[in-house]
Structure formats: structure tokens, C-alpha cells
């Protein structure tokens, strides 16, 4: 298993301003992701986040509106930027070992959006 | 691409009643598929997963799961609900080779006294 520590656990942000939130795990993972939940709704996989590279998007989002860091195996950060009322949801960092097809969930970072 | 349907969006049971939660996929290949857990406030906790093998799969607090093809379900089941189990649960399916998961919209399990 992991251990997986996100900060900040919930902020309220002023609409136009960005914020980054941080993941840190208590161990080498190979797989980070980033997934936001938006109120009352499932879980939506923002991106991948790769080590020394640039993250993989998926349909939807862009880098742009969500950059992403990775600089090693155990830390990652994920920015939300120029931020709406639309983009308050709970922020999800995720992190698995490749080929166990297991990933294991930190406890979210709500962002509320005024 | 892979998606997870799960057709109830509340349950309410009354406490020591049997649960069983739906859970129906759509994956071209064989799936790997998971029950996860959200309480209140918290992140999401892994209840069982199905790799391959023994259909009927044993997870944490008491939790089973029985996967079948050929309803291409993927269904939660658990004998005697306690308080304590009032939460959302979501099932997902993931995106073999990525561990990419697709959650369903999740179900709110509310527990009567």
C-alpha cells in the first residue's frame, strides 16, 4: 500500500487565481494521477502525471487550465489555474505500481471557488 | 472505450438487511474491475478488486463481489449492513495496461436503525 499526503485538504479561492496543490507519497510509485470529483459527481481522471515529463491529458482538460509537475517517483503537484466557481470540486491524487493494477487514493484537496 | 454503469443512485437498508449494489460494465476485453469507498469527507478506500480467476472475490469489512461475464456485472454484496457503512461506492473498471480507472456515478448507501 501507500501512503499519501495532499495539501492543501480544502481552501476557498477567489475566482481568477490559481492554486496548487501538492501530493506526496510515502514511497517510489511508478503511476501518479490526478482525478476531480465536482459536487454530487463521480470521478473524472484529469491526467497522468510522468515523471520528468510532461503529463498526458485526457479529453477535456488541458494543460494550460491544469498544469502539472512531476519531478520524482514520490511528489507531484497539480495547479488549477485562473479559477471559476465551475472548477470547485475535490481534487484527487492517485498512485499505483505498474502491473498490480491496484491504485490507491489520497484524501482529496476541496477547493470551493467564490 | 470502457464504461462503468451503476444504476442506483441511492439505497437506503435498514441495519443487519443483506446490500447488494449494481454494477455493470461495458470493456471489449476481460476487465480488471473494483469496489472503492468514500465516506464523508474522506478519500476513496479500496474495497476488492477482480483480476482474472475464482469469480467470487472477498474484500475488506466483510464486502464480496461476484463478477459475471456474461451480465457483464460486477455486483457488491454484503450479508448484514452495519451503521458504519452508510457511504458512496463506486465501481470502476480500469483501462488494462494504464491502470487508467472509469468510475461509475456511484451509489449512496444510507443505513436505517
Known amino acids: 500500500s501507500a501512503v499519501i499526503s495532499q495539501k492543501p485538504s480544502r481552501d476557498i479561492c477567489q475566482r481568477g487565481t490559481s492554486l496548487t496543490i501538492q501530493c506526496q507519497v510515502d514511497?517510489?510509485?511508478?503511476?501518479m494521477f490526478w482525478y476531480r470529483q465536482q459536487p454530487g459527481q463521480s470521478l473524472t481522471l484529469i491526467a497522468t502525471?510522468?515523471?520528468?515529463?510532461?503529463?498526458?491529458?485526457e479529453s477535456g482538460f488541458v494543460i494550460d487550465k491544469f498544469p502539472i509537475s512531476r519531478p520524482n517517483l514520490t511528489f507531484s503537484t497539480l495547479t488549477v489555474s485562473n479559477m471559476s466557481p465551475e472548477d470547485s470540486s475535490i481534487y484527487l491524487c492517485?498512485?499505483?505500481?505498474?502491473?498490480?493494477?491496484?491504485?490507491?487514493f489520497g484524501e482529496g484537496s476541496r477547493l470551493t471557488v467564490l | 472505450a470502457q464504461s462503468v454503469t451503476q444504476p442506483d443512485i441511492h439505497i437506503t437498508v435498514s441495519e443487519g438487511a443483506s446490500l447488494e449494489l449494481r454494477c455493470n460494465y461495458s470493456?471489449?476485453?476481460?476487465?480488471?474491475l473494483f469496489w472503492y469507498v468514500q465516506s464523508p469527507g474522506q478519500g476513496l478506500q479500496l474495497l476488492l478488486k477482480?483480476?482474472?480467476?475464482?469469480?467470487l472475490v472477498q474484500g475488506i469489512k466483510g464486502f464480496e463481489a461476484e463478477f459475471k461475464r456474461s451480465q457483464s456485472s460486477f455486483n457488491l454484496r454484503k450479508p448484514s449492513v452495519h451503521w458504519s457503512d452508510a457511504a458512496e461506492y463506486f465501481c470502476?473498471?480500469?483501462?488494462?495496461?494504464?491502470?487508467?480507472?472509469?468510475f461509475g456515478t456511484g451509489t449512496r448507501l444510507l443505513v436505517s436503525p
Open positions: 492517485s498512485v499505483g505500481y505498474r502491473g498490480t493494477g491496484e491504485l490507491f
Open positions: 514511497s517510489q510509485v511508478t503511476m
Open positions: 470502476a473498471v480500469e483501462d488494462t495496461g494504464f491502470q487508467k480507472l472509469v
Open positions: 470493456y471489449g476485453a476481460t476487465p480488471y
Open positions: 502525471a510522468n515523471q520528468g515529463s510532461e503529463a498526458t491529458y
Open positions: 477482480y483480476f482474472s480467476g475464482d469469480t
